[in-house]
């Protein structure tokens, strides 16, 4: 039984930083790519940060350079470090794990960037 359970949100202000962490189990954790997604209100979810079994890395535009996405495949967990954050940035973050055609998604941590 997967199992995605996220951490780590709250409220910021705006330049402030915040770190999430993704507790996996249920899946090979070092072998399986790793998402970030996020959903604002009234939005569709988005793809934010991406992490391969061998640590490469991407991002949407609009947070490159601020977030970095990182794993610890000893603790099976997967991080978001999230810098000079933006009430742009405001969403409920998801952390998602593909897994033989199947998506696998936490429940969600909020994250709220105001002054």
């Known amino acids: 039984q997967v199992q995605l359970v996220e951490s780590g949100g709250g409220l910021v202000q705006p330049g402030g930083s915040l770190r999430l962490s993704c507790a996996a189990s249920?899946?090979?954790?070092?072998?399986?790519?790793m998402n970030w997604y996020r959903q604002a209100p009234g939005k569709e979810r988005e793809l934010v940060a991406t992490?391969?079994?061998?640590?490469?890395?991407n991002y949407v535009d609009s947070v490159k350079g601020r977030f970095t996405i990182f794993r610890d495949n000893l603790e099976n967990t997967l991080y978001l470090q999230m810098n000079s954050l933006k009430p742009e940035d405001t969403a409920v973050y998801y952390c998602?794990?593909?897994?033989?055609?199947?998506?696998?998604w936490g429940k969600g941590t909020l994250v709220t960037v105001s002054s």
């Open positions: 998602h794990a593909p897994r033989s055609g199947v998506n696998y």
């Open positions: 249920g899946i090979i954790f070092r072998m399986n790519v």
């Open positions: 992490i391969s079994s061998g640590g490469m890395t």
